[in-house]
């Protein structure tokens, strides 16, 4: 076959891009007007905006077919023969790898956790795209890269034994029969940034079958390869347009700043720019799932939005009642046709029988049964309940999906860290250095973080270029619960893209009706509904007086007005609080009140010293955060009374049916709708507990293998389940301090012994000495000091540990590898860090009855807890601040030096005014 040399052109603006596109193609249209030409773009959107742009620019589109790659594939194959009946269910693929997996005994130890074989997926779905049937395995390699070589080499195996083909085999065997097709018409490529995998074989076979030419979007740092090596691409001349107005704000937590986006639209589209016009775009609109919904309806936009947004088929209530049906043996036709399916949105009934369809294939190769498959595919099944077809409407897309598309007006949302650019995912099973190791052997690399970091510069940079006129760029800069957030290490690549620096003000604040309706909503708390309605000097004196006029508003608020009240009345010119301190917090404070003290000095004062309550944010659904963690300790403290993992398993799912079942009723107040997510959560619950007890279990028979949690065999001592053992310890130069030791539990070994903390909610690494000591763990170290006084463990080596319990923990992979279940402190940390704990724990007890704040010992200039809104957007601390310099000690931290020795001593450093 011929052949054929491709003309292949290249822009970083769209606009640029699809100008020059239309007047090649207006120019061969006007020699040979109805000859037939395929056009290929990435995403039905932009296919969408070719077919509209066609006809202004061009006229007519006869002869002029425009695919998605997938629709491409098909199109060729059609009428083609295959020995495949049709395309495996990503369900089937699921199967299968479980298959591969049982066949060796390292396999089997992963398939112990529910999710053991999707933490795999990823590793082999980065396999696949290489088209490679198998891989050599290196001897050198660990153990979890050689489980993944052979498991991947059985995978293909057990897939080519089975009537069906996966989309890899499908898109390699089409586009190798495209060698001996000779009536393929000229094709064009547009609007790709990159092409991998699969679609790399597929751009080789398109041209050695006709002639194609190209017109790709660029854009990136200079120092980045190529997204399409060895290919020759000339540059469209032209700089790339850059919106005429650039703005940039920061707000508090996903949900403030989606809604300011949504409401930015909406103020440019009554200013008169049509909503097809603008786009909010994010990096993830995953993060979006639980919010949009509600935001939609509270600013009134559902149905005139078109957001790229999907959603798991079961979090729906129709998929609850849809598995109801099919348990009870009905046709899910049965379902549809007796009423059931009457209010159910045609996406939805799609994905409910597109579920159905892959749960009865995959029944096909296995011997689960049917309700359970198709639990499982309602499970990974997703639907985009918002996406429209027609082009029209707000559009809400990521970077993917929106690159390519120029608009009048774009809003950005996300140029915060770990959101822009999206962290590369390393699951264990496939790192960078077998990447190259494999790469060596392959026609086309298998991505690695390098070529990773490049496409996330290009998508952004892409995005950033396709307002003409307005760009507006926001970053959370706190959580919903206050938490600092830093900015984008992308930051500065932003600003040389667009021109001009970034200054990320605080949202400005909202009018009484918007900031009323929000609290009503629960979109946000009282004090947060404060903080929006008053931003004057005299914030709570303005807010006394509206909430005297406005009864309602007085009611809303609630303690709101009384946080103000009491920030207010505090005026310090110094750091000092003494004399407001209480004897027993002041005298021998907990363990926790002394880390809190130490970790958190501002969210210690205001609560401790001022009296303010911290923020409450309800969940969307299910019960407090903090109630559910309390019980979770207790199903656990009576499961650990038994020996036998037998009775500790039955004797934690009886405590759960007691205890936590019925914290996820529904409550009157919900609506009915609730009751699935609140199924949901309760599985989620359930599974996260028998997860942890799977891998509990099993690592305190043998000595455990992980970087971070070290040591082991542990046997758990009935006697020291959630302890209270008073303990007076001398910290030296005459300081003392008497407290309860109050552990979860206490681990015995031979020899050795640890205290073990669960965790419901996030977990920090502790496993470094200086990291240790900066305040982190504090609360542990002291029981560890207590403990060590007793008699009876004179003679034992201790250390410590944090477990989660949590549906986010991944106990198939190590702490090391982004498994976020634990951490600890081994004993050898522990001899090394003794000293310094003690020396850490005298310096904040001498502080604290002192009455003044302590040296700040976190290395992060960051605000503590939900606090920073203060920093944020209250007037008066700002003026303080400004006023008073020694204050920012506590709202502009600088960073603080500590010894990198492993021999860890002082690191607390005194504040220059302690010095003088």
């Known amino acids: ?86 395309t495996a269910p990503r369900l089937v693929k699921r199967i299968m790898l479980r298959k591969a997996l049982a066949a060796s005994k390292e396999g089997r130890r992963l398939l112990v956790f529910k999710d053991g074989a999707a933490s795999m997926e990823a590793a082999i779905e980065d396999l696949r795209e290489t088209g490679q049937r198998g891989f050599e395995t290196k001897e050198d390699l660990p153990a979890a890269e050689t489980l993944l070589l052979t498991t991947y080499e059985k995978y293909i195996r057990l897939l080519e034994n089975t009537t069906l083909e996966d989309d890899v085999q499908w898109s390699d065997r089409i586009a190798r029969e495209l060698s001996t097709n000779q009536s393929i018409p000229p094709v064009h490529l547009y609007g790709f940034g990159e092409f991998t995998g699969r679609n790399w074989r597929l751009l080789q076979s398109l041209i050695a079958a006709t002639e194609v030419q190209g017109w790709f979007l660029l854009g990136g740092r200079e120092e980045d390869d190529s997204p399409f090596p060895g290919m020759p691409l000339k540059t469209i001349k032209g700089k790339a347009r850059r919106a005429t107005s650039v703005a ?76 109801n049906f099919a348990e009870a043996n009905n046709s899910p036709d049965d379902f549809f046709d007796s009423g059931h399916g009457e ?99 392959l026609d086309f690399p298998i991505p690695n973080q390098e070529h990773q970091r490049a496409s996330e510069h290009r998508m952004l940079e892409q995005v950033l270029h396709t307002p003409s006129e307005r760009l507006t760029i926001l970053r959370q800069q706190a959580t919903s619960e206050g938490t600092s957030i830093a900015t984008s290490p992308a930051l500065r690549f932003s600003e040389e893209v667009i021109g001009q620096k970034l200054d990320f003000a605080p949202l400005p604040g909202l009018t009484v009706e918007r900031a009323v ?29 509206l909430a005297k006029k406005s009864p309602p508003i007085k009611t809303l608020l609630g303690n709101g007005i009384e946080w103000l009240a009491i920030v207010d009345s505090f005026d310090s010119q110094n750091l000092s609080f003494d004399g407001q301190l209480e004897v027993a917090l002041n005298e021998n404070p907990a363990a926790t009140r002394l880390e809190a003290y130490g970790f958190q000095p501002l969210a210690f004062f205001f609560e401790k010293i001022l009296g303010v309550n911290r923020r409450a944010m309800s969940p969307i659904a299910g019960p407090d955060p903090a109630a559910l963690g309390k019980e979770v300790h207790k199903v656990l403290q009576m499961a650990y009374k038994n020996k036998s993992p037998i009775e500790i398993r039955k004797a ?5 049916k007691k205890r936590i079942a019925p914290l996820f009723t529904l409550r009157a107040e919900e609506a009915q709708e609730s009751k699935a997510l609140l199924d949901h959560l309760l599985r989620q619950c359930s599974s996260s507990i028998n997860h942890f007890l799977d891998w509990d279990l099993n690592r305190l028979e043998e000595e455990t293998k ?21 303990i007076n310890i001398n910290l030296g130069k005459g300081v003392e301090l008497a407290f309860d030791v109050r552990a979860d539990r206490v681990l015995r070994g031979e020899g050795t012994a640890r205290v073990s903390d669960y965790k419901t909610g996030n977990i920090s690494g502790v496993s470094d000495a200086n990291d240790f000591l900066r305040g982190k763990k504090l609360q542990n170290a002291l029981y560890v000091l207590g403990l060590e006084s007793c008699e009876e463990f004179t003679d034992v080596l201790w250390s410590m ?33 003794r000293e310094g704990v003690k020396e850490t724990a005298r310096i904040l007890l001498s502080h604290l009855r002192q009455g003044t704040f302590p040296p700040y010992i976190r290395n992060k200039p960051v605000m503590d807890q939900w606090f920073s809104t203060m920093r944020l957007t209250h007037e008066p601390t700002l003026t303080r601040i400004k006023n008073h310099p020694s204050l920012k000690l506590l709202f502009q931290l600088e960073k603080k030096k500590y010894t990198a020795k492993d021999e860890t001593s002082i690191f607390l450093l005194e504040t220059r005014q302690e010095e003088e």
Request: glycine share 10%.
């Open 706 to 726: 992980d970087s971070k949690i070290g040591g082991g065999p542990w046997r758990i001592d009935p006697e020291l389940l959630e302890t209270k053992i008073p």
């Open 801 to 833: 540990e944090a477990v989660r319990i949590s549906p986010k923990a991944n106990y198939s992979a190590t702490t090391a590898t982004g498994g976020e279940f634990g951490s600890g402190t081994t004993a050898e940390t522990w001899l090394r860090s």
């Open 1 to 86: 076959m011929t052949n054929h040399s491709p003309a292949m052109h290249g822009h970083v603006d769209p606009k640029a891009l699809e100008s020059h596109w239309l007047k090649t193609l207006k120019k061969d249209r006007e020699r040979y007007p109805l000859s037939p030409l395929w056009v290929v773009t990435p995403t039905s959107r932009l296919r969408r905006r070719l077919q509209q742009a066609i006809t202004q620019s061009v006229g007519s589109c006869l002869g002029i077919s425009i695919f998605t790659p997938v629709a491409l594939l098909r199109e060729i194959g059609r009428g083609g023969g295959s020995p495949k009946s049709a």
């Open 652 to 656: 934690a799912q009886k405590s759960f």
């Open 343 to 441: 209010e159910i949105a045609e996406e939805t009934e799609k994905g409910l029988r597109a579920a159905w369809r892959a749960a009865e294939t995959a029944q096909d190769h296995c011997k689960e049964s049917l309700p359970s498959l198709l639990a499982e595919a309602l499970e990974m099944e997703e639907v985009a309940p918002w996406e429209r077809k027609d082009g029209g409407g707000l559009a809400i897309l990521d970077f993917q999906q929106a690159r390519g598309i120029p608009r009048t007006a774009t809003i950005v949302t996300g140029l915060h860290h770990g959101s822009i650019p999206q962290s590369f995912s390393d699951t264990g099973f496939l790192s960078d250095t077998l990447r190259a190791k494999l790469n060596t052997a």
């Open 517 to 545: 309706r929000r609290v009503e909503q629960g979109a946000a708390n009282p004090v947060e509904g404060a903080f929006s309605i008053s931003s004057g000097a005299k914030a709570s004196k303005d807010l006394g007086l």
């Open 248 to 323: 940039a704000y920061g707000a508090r937590g996903i949900r403030a700043e989606m809604e300011e986006a949504l409401n930015l639209a909406l103020r440019w589209h009554r200013g008169g720019t049509p909503l097809e016009e603008i786009a909010i775009v994010g990096r993830s609109l995953r993060p979006l799932r639980p919010e949009l919904g509600p935001l939609l309806h509270q600013t009134g936009l559902r149905g005139a939005v078109d957001a790229g947004i999907r959603i798991p088929l079961n979090l729906f209530p129709a998929a609850r009642k849809f598995l």
